[in-house]
């Protein structure tokens, strides 16, 4: 949760530290679950995506954001995240060595539902377009005016 101000209730941005660490981290991460084989069922032939990184403003936690690669249903992301989570102390090691911070951060691993949300999105904003679309009418341009091929009678 970001931090929040004591004279207002706004929460206050994550700091360029906080956003720098994060990308270190999130970099590192992709290029170790690139690398390794895991043991846990849930991850095992999974690639996993990892959208965001966001660190403590002490940077000895981190919150990851992650989604498994292709179409898969809300369990199997859930369970994805919750077997991250069962080898984050493995993570954490092999973090230690591709980056380096003075402290190595402590990983939580969420289902990343951003992705979902975008495409919700991209579909209803599809949808107005398609219902703000003009009609087509008989007429396909009106500076052409009344057609006069044929005379009146």
Known sequence: MPRQNRKSSKPLEPSQRQLR???????ALVD???REEFRDPALQGVS???????????????NVFCMPLGKQDADHVKEVAEGLNRASAFLRGR????IEMKFTPQLKFIADHSYDTAIEMDKLLAKARERDRP????????DAGPDVSEPSE
């Open 48 to 62: 996993v995506t990892i959208g965001e990184v966001r660190c403590s403003p002490d940077l000895r936690h981190a």
């Open 21 to 27: 660490a994060g990308e270190l981290v999130r970099h």
């Open 135 to 142: 009609a087509p009418d008989a007429n396909p341009d009106p």
């Open 95 to 98: 973090l230690g060595r591709h």
């Open 32 to 34: 170790i679950l690139a």
